[in-house]
């Protein structure tokens, strides 16, 4: 199939190192002149835009990460005046203290060519019915998935609020031929339409895009081999663009990064030093071209390879395997991204409980379920229920509040969970 | 076509270039722009070897030109066309523009050399009218177009043009680019630095944004234009023109 963005997606490896180091550089140029944040940091790590003369000098810049973020809430990375932003996004809707994303007129664009390019690689055209199935309130990639797609012409339906029955009766009625949606809610949809018996043959879908959560490897087959449809997965970082960063072609080989846009690399979490391609580690990206909120060095906290084998596709973009796994603390559960220690403040604002908790995720088909274990005090350890059933209930709405994922809450004996690890992810071993 | 990768470049004790990496592609316009004393003329000068590299890479087809003399670049296929034109006022148009081929000048050349001369005087008709008078006697619109047929006459790939509206009427100006979007058609690959930002944006394919010494934005004419700060900057508008 052809290659939409031919001019940038199939340059030599020569070319897309040279476009990248001017970039690069100019992003530093910039970065320094109107960002407080770099100027500092650059100065203590002792280093200047201009000493940056290969893509391998990078290395010597400081990473940052989601703490550097929240220490700048909520405009201080900010690299251009709030005047010229159009859109804000927080990075997690939902959650206290969220990073707030800017985007010029100009970065929508990108994204929305980003997102198209990613579609057309799905082979998406004038031709297909597409069915957004993404939640348009909390999902900041929602509306741009939805003019990406616009973009190539295909025709486009936002139905995120519909239940599951009405998305399948709409697949079958319009014969939408692709589904965009997260890995969670295609599993949904295939475990609703097996236990009503319902006949895949039924629909007109040739192809499901995966946006917003990683998903496993099984999960990716299960979707394909029910639906008998050809499953692309799409990569993104909410605090630079989800999803828009990666996107999986025909060859089905590893998901493409553009790399025109960014600067990948794999460290290992531990050291911070940069693995070699092949090798799995944490993914550090580097923005090149976004005009309000430029990041250089991000962690993103997923775990994967990147590979430099040719793709049989003819694009030149490097591959990354889909994320398996995270390498912080970060948590997604039904889609939701928190780190434990938002629940832990939950439960430090609570009487009568200790600081000790304890999260135990795990699969309930393809629902995940969160349990959260939280210790007692000795004081309210007496043999009344109702004190503490209103406990219990105070911490479940507290929860469902934060995350609006309900919570199951056991209050345990005082010092049950001494001494334990505060997140079992059960989840794990699907992956 | 044209690869540059942290070039350092100095007039005198004075850093003027601190690192530039750019880039031009066959059949590719690009422009740059920045204001005045941001080190534009300096890089044009420094790929041409008028001015020596400090530090860094200039490579032309793949090839390596910092450490060569001007005629060996122009040889090469670089052609500059200068700030101010430089034409040489005291001799006829036609010698100005055989001149321009003297760097590949040989006696067997001489019948190519008469079809390009023939072919560069089809491009601007205007000379071949005048080529028996002064080059000092003609106007600045026609001198600038003298200069620029002066650095076809080397049958160059690549061609570097120094602000070619300056000092000129609007109309002239006018004439000028779309003699540069012919020079597009010809499938001739240009470097152009222009004051008239606007212009040069709307031509181009890409463009560089200089600022002392450095490149602070690379992209696609189309998205500069739309960047705020280039608009307030280089486009003339004021906020107000903006929120307007």
């Known amino acids: 199939m052809p290659i939409i963005d031919s001019k940038h997606e199939s340059l030599s490896r020569s070319e897309i190192r040279q476009m990248q180091l001017e970039r690069l550089q100019a992003i530093l140029n910039r970065i320094v002149r109107n960002v407080a944040h770099y100027q500092q940091s650059f100065k203590s790590a002792e280093i200047l835009p201009t000493d940056i003369r290969s893509l391998f000098d990078i290395q010597k810049l400081p990473l940052i990460d989601r703490r550097t973020l929240l220490d700048n809430i909520p405009y201080d990375m900010f690299a251009v005046p709030l005047r010229e932003v159009v859109r804000l996004h927080p990075s997690r809707a939902g959650l206290r203290d969220p990073v707030v994303i800017g985007h010029t007129k100009n970065d929508i664009l990108v994204w929305t060519q980003l997102k198209a390019r990613g579609f057309s690689a799905a082979n998406i055209t004038q031709n297909d019915m597409v069915q957004v199935y993404l939640d348009y309130a909390l999902f900041p990639g929602a509306v741009v998935a939805h003019y990406g797609a616009e973009q190539l012409g295909a025709c486009v339906t936002p139905l995120y609020s519909m239940p599951i029955p009405q998305q399948i009766e709409i697949m079958r009625n319009y014969r939408t031929t692709v589904l965009i949606c997260t890995p969670t809610r295609a599993l949904h949809i295939v475990r609703y339409m097996r236990e009503r018996e319902i006949d895949p043959k039924q629909l007109f879908l040739r192809a499901v895009v995966f946006v917003g959560e990683s998903w496993a490897l099984r999960t990716q087959r299960q979707v394909e081999d029910f639906l008998f449809v050809d499953v692309f997965g799409n990569y993104g970082v909410s605090e630079i663009c989800i999803p828009g960063v990666a996107y999986e072609c025909e060859a089905h080989n590893g998901l493409h990064l553009s790399e025109d846009h960014f600067i990948a690399e794999i460290i290992n979490p531990d050291t911070g030093e940069v693995l070699p391609p092949g090798r799995r580690g944490e993914l550090v990206l580097t923005t090149l071209t976004r005009e309000a909120f430029p990041l250089i060095r991000f962690r993103t906290g997923d775990v994967t390879a990147i590979h430099e084998e040719e793709c049989s596709c003819g694009r030149t973009f490097l591959r990354m395997e889909p994320v398996a796994r995270r390498a912080d603390d970060m948590l997604v559960v039904e889609g939701v991204e928190f780190l434990p220690s938002e629940i832990g403040m939950v439960i430090a604002n609570m009487e009568h409980v200790t600081s000790n908790y304890r999260l135990i995720i795990q699969r309930e088909g393809t629902r995940d379920r969160l349990e959260v274990e939280v210790e007692i005090t000795p004081d309210i350890f007496i043999d009344q229920l109702g004190p503490l059933e209103a406990l219990r209930e105070r911490i479940e709405e507290d929860i469902f509040d934060l995350l609006r994922i309900k919570p199951i809450i056991k209050l345990v004996e005082p010092q049950s969970l001494e001494g334990k690890e505060h997140v079992v992810d059960l989840r794990e071993n699907d992956h | ?244």
Not at chain 2, 41 to 51: P, V, Y
Not at chain 2, 91 to 112: F, H, I, Q, W
Not at chain 2, 146 to 169: C, H, N, Q, V, Y
Request: charged letters at 25%; a neutral charge.
């Open chain 2, 1 to 244: 076509m044209l690869r540059i990768a942290n070039l350092v470049s100095c007039i005198g004790r004075v850093e003027i270039l601190k690192g530039v990496s750019l880039h031009v592609q066959e059949k590719e316009i690009v422009t740059l722009i920045g204001g005045n004393g941001a080190g534009k003329s300096t890089l044009l000068n420094t790929i041409a070897g008028l001015i020596p590299a400090r530090a860094g890479r200039i490579e032309f087809m793949d090839r390596e030109i910092s450490r060569l003399s001007p005629p060996r670049i122009v040889r090469q296929g670089i052609a500059l066309v200068p700030e101010g034109r430089q034409i040489f006022s005291s001799m006829s148009v036609a010698d100005n523009l055989l001149l321009g081929s003297y760097s590949t000048y040989s006696r067997s050349m001489k019948p190519e050399i008469e079809a390009r001369l023939e072919s560069v005087m089809e491009l601007f008709p205007i000379l071949r009218r005048r080529s028996k008078q002064l080059a000092g006697a003609l106007s600045g619109g026609e001198q600038q177009m003298l200069a620029i047929a002066r650095a076809l006459m080397s049958d160059p790939k690549l061609i570097l043009l120094d602000e070619p509206s300056m000092g000129l009427a609007p109309r002239i100006v006018e004439e000028i680019f779309q003699t540069i979007e012919e020079l597009r058609r010809r499938s001739m690959t240009v470097l152009l630095i222009e004051q008239n930002a606007r212009m040069a944006l709307d031509l181009a394919d890409r463009g560089y944004v200089v600022e002392t010494g450095q490149i602070v934005m690379e992209g696609d004419c189309e998205d500069l234009k739309r960047n705020r700060e280039i608009e307030r900057a280089y486009l003339g508008k004021a906020y107000q023109e903006i929120w307007e």
